[in-house]
């Protein structure tokens, strides 16, 4: 299979359930179940199958759940910006009133 999806696009992945959507979805964001034996998954023309998930989500890549997990304590609004701040300067975070 190949799949090029370029910055400011939107796709959406869709079929039935037992379709691999969410297996394809794991393995891109390195979900160390699954293993890659052949090929690469290149992001800005850098493969990315060495890389460790907070690498890769430092590089952009996010996956979100369909019914996440609520983590009590921690808002929607703080945890996207602790996500926008990782992958900022640490110098140069989004103050809380910028956000």
């Known amino acids: 299979m190949n799949l090029t999806l370029k910055t400011g696009e939107i796709h959406a992945i869709m079929g039935p ?3 691999g959507k969410s297996t394809l979805s794991e393995t891109i964001m ?3 179940s699954y293993h890659i034996t052949e ?7 850098e493969s990315i199958i060495e ?6 989500a430092r590089k952009g890549l996010f ?3 369909q019914y ?3 983590v ?5 609004a703080e945890f996207l910006r602790a996500a926008i701040n990782a992958r900022r300067p640490k110098n140069n ?6 956000f």
């Open 39 to 45: 090929a690469d998954i290149l992001l800005n023309g």
């Open 63 to 65: 996956l979100a759940m």
């Open 72 to 76: 009590p304590g921690v808002t929607n």
């Open 93 to 98: 975070p989004i103050l809380i009133m910028d």
């Open 68 to 70: 996440p997990a609520e």
């Open 51 to 56: 890389m460790s998930v907070d690498e890769r």
């Open 17 to 19: 359930n037992g379709t």
């Open 30 to 32: 390195g979900n160390p």
